[in-house]
């Protein structure tokens, strides 16, 4: 959880966030300790341990009026340069393409204002009836990873689990900031060797993948951007997570709400034999396609229980207006109400809070659908190319944030605002989600073996012996 206050725009950020503070009380960590604690998974997951990998996706940027976002992402690669391919999606399913190379031990800013040039470039409409989003244009997610030399929307994406991400926004109106991680996903593929290539003049180290298929995870079609091919897979993300903790807001209907959540939720192309990292995710027919479609539980302080749902291509909005089910912290009754209570009073603390737990309901495509407005036309979608033609639901990955206009800190008042991450549940059904990453097999279509699963395991590779951390 990281908190920044009174900002004061973004010679503040230049400077390097000097002035910090924690606006949550220390009942919120001790509700994420708690948590980490009863749902530790078995087994190491790059998405939810922050471990480098060969992808990111950010759940949410926001270039609209008065903010300004940027991505720090870098290459923890001490050999190895990493073309990168980011592809930002809009609330309309359309997207916008841009690339960039990491050298060894690189780090690069990406002014996402800049970038796309609008809040245009982020569309918000068309979008399905009754979705839970913002009516404005300026905010989505981006999905980013590695791919060959070529760099190209349409060429191969390559493993080189060395790729780290942390978003950070400025509100220069609110007087605010936040920053998240990115959440990784591991890459696994047929033996990982390099070449060298020119680029920009330089001649440097490279994936060894054009003209074979050595260290390719996936091969793209000409159009598209579809799944040619798999010679690997990617770590699928959770389709069930939690929010260990937030604190309930002001009534949704205050002009200027002192304590406001937000909460953004995408729902990342099915990486694991199904669709390519950044492909197209609207239909054939141009219609946007739902990818969110939520249900779940939020808890209060005193383990009351309301449920929760809503749809979407990209779920964002205020809480109260994506889960209106979720009350205000005026509504709550201390003594066992039907939203939210008081904390445990032996903590001496007063604010309304919850947690809640969601589930994913829309399931990934099980193989082409042409002409269908509901699912994405891969045409290249058959097992003879390696894809996993089961169905399964589809991955999340969310941020939730909140902000308070008027916080007192050594007697001024100051916006203040923080952001919490999904947590991944541990429950969920599919072992898709607990990946074995070995160095693979040399056949399309054929699992990871256990050999290759006990010989490396999941953090054997996770930088692909290319840091110092391996040396």
Same mark, same amino acid.
């Given at each position: 959880? &990281?908190? #920044?206050?009174?900002?004061?725009?973004?010679?503040?950020?230049?400077?390097?966030?000097?002035?910090?503070?924690l606006l949550r009380s220390s009942?919120?960590?001790?509700?994420?300790?708690?948590? $980490?604690?009863?749902a530790m998974p078995k087994a190491v997951s790059a998405n939810t341990e922050l471990i480098p990998g060969s992808r990111l996706v950010f759940p949410y940027v926001d270039i609209t009026a008065g903010r300004q976002f940027f991505l720090l992402i870098t290459?923890? %690669?001490? &050999?190895? +340069? @990493?073309? &990168?391919?980011? +592809?930002? #999606?809009?609330? *309309?399913?359309?997207? *916008?393409?841009? +690339?960039?190379?990491?050298?060894?031990?690189?780090?690069?800013?990406?002014?996402?204002?800049? $970038?796309?040039? %609008? @809040?245009?470039?982020?569309g918000a409409i068309p979008a399905p009836a009754g979705s839970k989003q913002t009516p404005n244009d300026g905010v989505g997610w981006v999905d980013v990873d590695v791919r060959d030399v070529a760099n190209l929307r349409n060429s191969p994406s390559v493993?080189?689990? @060395?790729?780290?991400?942390?978003?950070?926004?400025?509100? +220069?109106?609110? *007087?605010?900031?936040? $920053? #998240?991680? $990115?959440? %990784? %996903?591991?890459?696994?593929?047929?033996?990982f060797t390099t070449t060298t290539a020119v680029i920009s003049g330089n001649t440097r180290t490279v994936v060894a993948t054009t003209g074979s298929t050595v260290g390719t995870i996936v091969t793209r079609a000409t159009a598209g951007d579809f799944a040619n091919a798999w010679f690997g897979l990617y770590e699928t993300y959770p389709s069930q997570m939690l929010f260990p903790a937030f604190f309930a807001e002001d009534l949704c209907t205050a002009s200027s709400p002192t304590l406001s959540a937000f909460i953004a939720i995408a729902g990342p192309a099915d990486a694991f034999r199904k669709e390519a990292p950044g492909s197209e995710l609207n239909s054939s027919t141009g219609a946007v396609t739902t990818l969110v479609n939520t249900s779940g539980d939020v808890f209060d302080g005193e383990e009351h229980t309301t449920s929760v749902s809503g749809f979407a291509h990209q779920l964002n909005g205020r809480l109260c207006n994506v889960y209106p089910t979720v009350k205000a912290r005026t509504q709550y009754a201390a003594s066992g109400g039907a939203s939210y209570a008081t904390l445990d009073s032996t903590l001496g603390a007063v604010n309304a809070v919850g947690w809640f737990n969601i589930d994913n309901t829309q399931a990934t495509p099980v193989g082409p659908a042409p002409g269908s407005a509901t699912l994405p036309n891969n045409p290249d979608f058959s097992t003879s190319n390696g894809f996993d033609s089961a169905a399964r639901q589809r991955g999340m990955v969310g941020v939730l944030f909140e902000i308070e206009a008027g916080d007192l800190v050594a007697g001024t008042a100051v916006s203040t605002g923080d952001v919490l991450r999904n947590w991944q549940d541990p429950r969920q059904i599919s072992v898709l989600n607990w990946p074995c990453f070995g160095n693979g097999t040399s056949t399309i279509g054929v699992a990871q073996t256990?050999? *290759?699963?006990?010989?490396?395991?999941l953090t054997g590779n996770w930088i692909d012996s290319n840091t110092h951390a391996n040396k």
């Open positions: 959880m &990281t908190v #920044y206050h009174n900002m004061g725009g973004l010679d503040h950020f230049k400077e390097g966030f000097t002035q910090m503070k009942l919120v960590g001790l509700l994420a300790v708690t948590l $980490a604690v009863s290459n923890a %690669s001490n &050999t190895i +340069t @990493a073309p &990168t391919h980011l +592809t930002f #999606y809009g609330q *309309n399913c359309v997207r *916008n393409d841009q +690339t960039m190379v990491l050298t060894p031990q690189d780090v690069n800013v990406v002014s996402v204002n800049t $970038a796309l040039g %609008s @809040a245009g470039a982020l493993r080189l689990n @060395a790729l780290m991400g942390e978003a950070v926004m400025i509100d +220069t109106v609110k *007087n605010f900031a936040f $920053a #998240y991680p $990115a959440a %990784s %996903s591991q890459g696994s593929s047929q033996a256990a050999k *290759n699963c006990n010989s490396t395991g």
